[in-house]
Every structure is written in structure tokens, then in C-alpha cells.
């Protein structure tokens, strides 16, 4: 069923994407990758303009997904993932919000457990947003980009190349958060003297 599903939105084109884009994030039982790479490399001229709407729609189905999270609560997350790995986010939330969502793209937690959670645990929505734009981003218009240049010699690479890409965003992420705590930090203490 799943695969008749993915069929069909990929004979959708672009509006397949746009309908995995936007699923994804509320619930849907597989990558939106599955949609976007082969109709991207039907017209690979195209996919960095594919990878712009995907984000954006993921955008837009991440909110609707946050705000069911804040309604329905954790017994809609639990039959998306496990208690032990609700309890994993909430921690995560708990050290940087922000850093969580732009990190999800590289873990193997599905994004819809991410978007719930953040609605259930209160996130301010400004910055889950932004964070999510910025995750898809990286994730989304990184392929797109790949693709355009690339084609199917893009999946080789994706492959082998695309887990350095990501381990490179995350130490510049974790630095610039370091950085700016350590300015918060000396700001305080600047006031305090």
C-alpha cells in the first residue's frame, strides 16, 4: 500500500512533493526522499526549484504537525516512536531546543517524532520554525543542489559524501553555540560588575 502510495505521488511531480513535503512532518510512514530524488531525477534542471518548495511545505506541515502536539499530547507520539526515545527529545529539548531541531536531520529518529514533541513540549515557535527551516535547508536544497550538478551520480555521492556534509554542519553549529554561550556568559558577568 505504501508503495502504490509513493508511486503515485511520484507520478504527481511537483505536487507529490508538495504532499510528502507537507505530510511528513504530521505523520507519514516514510522519508519524503522517496518522492523528491526520483522525480527530481526526471528533471534534474528543476530540483534545486523541487528542493525550495519541499522545504517549504515541510515548513508549513511541520507547523500544523507542532500544533497537533501541543493538542493531542504524548499519546500521539507514543505510536510514532517508543517511551524511551520520547524521554531521549525531551532531554535533548531540555539542553538546546534549537540545536535539537537542526540536528534531527541526522539521526535516525523520524522528523515527525521531533515536530510532535516540540509541540507537546512547549517550544517556542519562533525558533522551532527557524530551526526547521534552517534543518531542511541543509538536508533538502544540499540534494537538490547535488542533483542539478550531478544527476543520478548524486546517489553514489549522497552516500558516500553526504554524512562528512552533515558531521561538518553539526561541529559549526556546536561551535557557534559554544561561542555564543561563552558572550552570554561574559555579558553577565560585565553587568553584574
Known amino acids: ?112 517524532a521531533y515536530v510532535l514533541s516540540a509541540g507537546i513540549f512547549k517550544i517556542d515557535l519562533v525558533k522551532f520554525i527557524t530551526a526547521v527551516l534552517l534543518s531542511r535547508g541543509i538536508r533538502y536544497i544540499t540534494q537538490g543542489i547535488l542533483i542539478s550538478f550531478y544527476g543520478k551520480d548524486m546517489l553514489f555521492m549522497m552516500k558516500n559524501y553526504l554524512w562528512i556534509i552533515g558531521l561538518v554542519i553539526f561541529i559549526c553549529v556546536i561551535i557557534y553555540n559554544k561561542t555564543n554561550i561563552f558572550s552570554s556568559k561574559k555579558k553577565l558577568y560585565k553587568e553584574e560588575n
Open 1 to 112: 500500500m505504501i508503495d502504490n502510495f509513493v508511486k503515485l505521488l511520484i507520478d504527481y511531480g511537483i505536487i507529490g512533493i508538495i504532499i510528502a513535503a507537507f505530510l511528513e512532518p504530521i505523520l507519514m510512514p516514510f522519508p519524503v526522499e522517496f518522492v523528491f530524488i526520483p522525480v527530481s531525477l526526471m528533471n534534474s534542471r528543476s530540483s534545486l526549484f523541487y528542493s525550495v518548495v519541499l522545504v517549504l511545505f515541510s515548513t508549513f506541515g511541520s507547523i500544523i504537525g507542532y500544533r497537533v502536539g501541543a493538542k493531542a499530547g504524548r499519546p500521539i507520539l507514543k505510536k510514532v516512536v517508543s517511551e524511551k526515545t520520547i524521554d531521549k527529545i525531551e532531554n535533548l529539548y531540555k539542553k538546546n531546543a534549537f540545536l535539537t531541531i537542526l540536528t534531527s536531520v541526522f539521526t535516525p529518529i523520524p522528523f515527525e
